[in-house]
């Protein structure tokens, strides 16, 4: 048998070499996790916890919400609610320099509050902005890179698939709190990304040029279909905010709710339903693949020491709790180029989240602060998944290259927000504080 | 005789990923039941606690195998799109190959856990139920992801204009 550093590395070697052949990331995670804890610890261990991770890390309590959020991202989707919400925000702000982009941005956020997938949220309103960007000769960069980036904000802001198995891996904590803890820096990023985009459109307005402008009253018309939101920001926010219900409660009640508001709308279709399911099952499987793969590696750095020696490496450069997250932050960001959102987060707040309770930070505030880093991980190029999601529906030709550029000047923005946190905790910790309890 | 095997794995990857949106739906309206019972008849039920839980395990591991069918697991795949399409497509059948073997491996290492679940009888700790078939289901799915992703190796072998390095998407 190896060593434990032997192990690691020969870990890592199989892990990359299937990661570029092109295997599915869940078999790259699962197969070198099987082949380092064999290498380590023997057949007989591998015999003994293979089965036990698969089955208990994909029958949680907490991991129910995942599948029924996602169902209801995608029920919203193929019902086509999102239209509505583009055509309202268009009309507020479609004639400011980079109109059409704040205006997708703002409605990316605004369907964060009803979808906890974020590619749920890039496919539908990418589907409707990208047309309506490429009429109005945007560049191509920055309207893809916009919808790229925009569509993780569905991550920030609650609910969210990302800080639902960030609790998964944190015994004890509130899912609840973390979802709350993520509304103030997500209309923060919100912000920073209209004003990144008012900016490039002010210096060169031709590449967004600012679109139509309308009457009061018209602009007023289309407030209403901003109801929908508001009814599931109540329900589901609201909901754990007052301690009225837990965060798998309020999943339940959000298909539900999001039925009701379909049949309101009177959209209600059998073949848009199957459609959400499948959706559904689509992405949950992937998810829940990726979850087991991620255990079992996980696992691996558990049995050999790893978590042990990162954070030893981490804390023998002495520097202060600042210094410590903008490092982790830092590695954080490799990782994620290569590693999907859902490997990065159960493998990495394992080996970190020591260290930042050490360092005098919350656990709910490092749950924000992942699901911020897992933002730039979803729009990085090989592995982002949003950028996959709107190549996929941008115009013919386009490369992942291409939205990548596009994309990569909003993950400054992003740090702009990570280094604020960093520097003010108080900007999660703050709502979360005045929760009731549940 | 080979493409009608790989036609009928693919039949049943889709069978079981259809099986596996009906249970969605089933997940959906036990959960919602639950939460109606305790917030509006407030007369909570505890029996959803342990078919939930079990039913998204049958979730997951039946749906492996139909979301590998249809692309959906996430993969790095900026090497593969780069190589053209003779080294692009070797790869990727390596990678399916790959992708089948580990889930070989995976539905005999979990055989055990439904052989020692059996053995001692095994229950939920709410209400009872035999946790055995459950935890098979471990073994099916990862022997349905072997199928698949051999035959989607074994396919691109016989059928190489079925090739394509185009990127996927995820969640």
């Known amino acids: 048998m190896l060593s434990a550093t032997a192990g690691i590395i020969l870990c890592l070697l199989v892990l990359f070499t299937l990661l570029l052949m092109g295997a599915p990331i869940f078999i790259c995670l699962l197969l070198s996790g099987m082949i380092g804890l064999v290498s380590v610890e023997g057949w007989q261990m591998l015999n003994n916890v293979a089965g036990k991770i698969a089955f208990s890390h994909v029958s949680g309590y907490s991991l129910l919400a995942v599948p029924m959020f996602i169902f209801m991202g995608n029920l919203l989707l193929t019902h086509r609610i999102g239209q509505d919400l583009y055509d ?5 702000f479609g ?13 990316c956020a605004i369907f964060g509050f009803m979808s906890g997938s974020n590619t749920a949220a890039s496919a539908t309103i990418g589907s409707i902005a990208i047309p309506e ?37 944190v015994s004890g904590i509130s899912i609840g709190e973390v979802f709350v803890g993520g509304i103030i820096p997500g209309l923060i990023l919100t912000g920073l990304m209209s004003l990144y985009i008012f900016i490039v459109a002010k210096i060169s307005p031709k590449l967004a040029p600012a679109g139509t402008s309308y009457a009061f009253k018209d602009k007023v018309k289309l407030l209403p279909r901003l109801v929908p939101v508001g009814i599931l920001f109540v329900a589901i926010v609201g909901g754990m905010y007052m301690g009225v219900w837990t965060a798998i409660e309020a999943s339940a009640a959000s298909v539900f709710i999001s039925i009701i508001i379909i049949i309101c709308y009177r959209r209600l279709s059998a073949a848009a ?13 992937m998810i829940y693949m990726i979850i087991i793969g991620a255990n079992v590696m996980s696992y691996l750095f558990f049995v050999t020491g790893f978590q042990d020696a990162v954070s030893k490496f981490i804390l023998h450069f002495s520097l202060p709790p600042w210094g410590t997250m903008l490092l982790i932050l830092f590695i954080m960001t490799i990782l994620g180029t290569f590693l999907d959102v859902i490997a990065l987060i159960t493998i990495s707040v394992p080996i970190f989240l020591p260290l930042v309770t050490a360092a005098g930070y919350s656990d709910v505030w490092f749950g924000v602060i992942v699901t911020v880093a897992s933002e730039m991980a979803l729009c990085t190029p090989p592995v982002g998944v949003n950028l996959f999601v709107i190549q996929g529906i941008a115009p013919r030709g386009t490369t992942l290259l291409t939205v990548a550029k596009g994309a990569a000047p909003f993950i400054g923005v992003i740090w702009v927000l990570l280094v604020l946190l960093v520097a003010f905790p108080g900007l999660v910790t703050w709502l979360p504080g005045t929760m009731g309890a549940r | 005789m080979l493409r009608a095997i790989i036609a009928a794995i693919n039949k049943t990857s889709s069978f079981f990923g259809l099986l596996s949106g009906i249970l969605i739906c089933v997940l959906a309206c036990l959960l919602i039941y639950d939460v109606f019972m305790r917030f509006a008849i407030n007369r909570p039920v505890d029996w959803t606690l342990d078919i939930t839980q079990l039913l998204q395990a049958a979730i997951a591991f039946l749906a492996a195998a139909y979301v590998l069918k249809i692309d959906g697991h996430v993969n790095m795949s900026a090497v593969v799109s780069n190589l053209g399409p003779k080294w692009g497509r070797r790869l990727t059948i390596t990678a399916n190959a790959i992708t089948g073997l580990t889930s070989a491996w995976m539905c005999w290492l979990s055989w055990s856990l439904f052989t020692k679940s059996l053995a001692i009888s095994e229950k939920s700790f709410g209400i009872e139920i035999p946790l055995a078939p459950w935890k098979l289901l471990v073994s099916i799915g990862f022997g349905l992801m072997c199928l ?24």
């Open chain 1, 88 to 92: 309202g925000m268009y009309r507020w």
């Open chain 1, 133 to 169: 960007m490429e009429k109005k000769k945007y560049d191509r960069k920055l309207s893809l890179g916009t919808l790229a980036v925009a569509g993780t904000l569905a991550a920030l802001i609650p609910p969210s698939t990302i800080m639902i198995i960030y609790g998964v891996n």
């Open chain 1, 273 to 285: 339903v199957w459609d959400a399911v499948k959706r559904t099952v689509k992405i949950s499987g």
């Open chain 1, 95 to 107: 004639r400011l320099p980079g109109g059409l982009a704040i205006a997708s941005t703002i409605v």
């Open chain 2, 148 to 171: 698949q992703g051999l035959s989607m190796a074994l396919n691109l072998w016989l059928h190489p204009e079925e090739f394509t390095s185009d990127g996927r998407e995820g969640h």
